[in-house]
């Protein structure tokens, strides 16, 4: 290979704290190859820890770099993701402040600038048991700038602006579904303004077939299912590790709950009033939430009015839409109404 060894590379990143590789002039151009990579990884991973300086230095040199090997991809993300994620307590819970660094270092001018830290973005949402809600409606809006102005890492010169291909759909499925987000339950308000603003802006004659459906089953899940998540937050997850770190018999007294047999741990658990009559009152109480999400509140209606009820006609995946939320919702706000009537 000419140029620069990975090793040597990695040096003269690590050798300027302040370095970015879009001012910082970087003498990196050439391609970063397999055994680069070799080389990087035992310099990044000897101790098992990744570091934010470390971190910085890899999205300076995936920034500087032309060609890349695909090991590198793999690479990267593995090692920022490990950061990210891992590092700082609790494991698994992304911060304000690491969304913010995550952002910041992947982007420009509020644009991802490659396919490798997009597929970061993704894999830390992924990966992470929370997060803001904000990122994943960030890395949300990158696939939106790519299906309505052919803009951003997944633009490509083949595919015109105003349209959504299977690739991108199948993407969005990714963020949606990822345990990161706010919205791993239900789909929150950030994300389901992104897809609004997705489906507003291609063309149904060429978007692929499956983002109707997904789109549909999004909205609905917004407008109907429960919002927010179900995971621990980042802070009941500080408060469990403290109460471990400074309770070292825990598991002693575990094994004393059990030590006396599957009786011994339901009576730990059963309520005063029983097990049966526990039961009874968290079946009554999910019912209740069930038949909260089935109604459509002023709120929800009031949104979904705005972003439809704008003058245009109908498209035929909104007019699916409506039809949904009129069989399935239990009550719907009045602010809904003339929409639904339009698709009786």
Request: hydrophobic share 45%; net charge negative.
């Amino acid at each position: 290979m000419s140029g620069a060894s990975g090793r040597e590379r990695w040096g003269r990143a690590m050798g300027d704290k302040d370095m970015r590789a879009d001012d910082a002039g970087m003498a990196i151009r050439d391609a970063i190859t397999e055994a680069d990579v070799l080389e990087m990884r035992r310099t990044v991973y000897p101790d098992g820890v990744v570091t934010r300086s470390e971190a910085e230095r890899l999205f300076a040199l995936d920034a500087a770099s032309g060609a890349v090997c695909e090991g590198w991809n793999r690479f990267f993300v593995e090692a920022v993701t490990d950061y990210v994620v891992h590092q700082e307590r609790p494991a698994g819970h992304i911060s304000e402040d690491n969304a913010d660094w995550l952002i910041r270092m992947a982007t420009r001018d509020g644009v991802v600038q490659t396919s490798t830290e997009l597929e970061l973005l993704v894999t830390v949402l992924e990966k992470a048991a929370s997060s803001p809600e904000r990122l994943g409606a960030f890395v949300l809006a990158q696939v939106a700038a790519a299906a309505v102005e052919a803009s951003g890492p997944l633009a490509r010169a083949d595919k015109p602006a105003g349209m959504i291909d299977g690739e991108e759909v199948a993407l969005i499925r990714r963020i949606l579904h990822a345990g990161g987000g706010d919205g791993n339950i239900g789909i929150t308000r950030a994300e389901a303004e992104v897809l609004m603003t997705i489906n507003e802006g291609t063309d149904p004659l060429l978007n692929d077939p499956s983002w109707n459906e997904l789109f549909v089953k999004a909205i609905c899940s917004h407008v109907l299912g429960p919002s927010g998540h179900t995971t621990s937050s980042r802070e009941d997850a500080l408060r469990r590790e403290a109460f471990l770190d400074a309770a070292p018999s825990v598991g002693g007294f575990l094994s004393r709950m059990v030590s006396g047999g599957l009786g011994a741990v339901v009576d730990a658990y059963a309520t005063e009033r029983g097990t049966e009559a526990a039961w009874s009152r968290r079946n009554a109480e999910r019912a209740a939430q069930t038949a909260a999400a089935e109604a459509v509140d002023s709120g929800e209606a009031e949104w979904l009015a705005g972003r439809l009820g704008t003058g245009r006609s109908l498209q035929e995946n909104e007019r699916t839409l409506l039809l949904a939320i009129k069989a399935s919702a239990g009550e719907v706000h009045p602010a809904l109404q003339p929409l639904l009537r339009q698709v009786a």
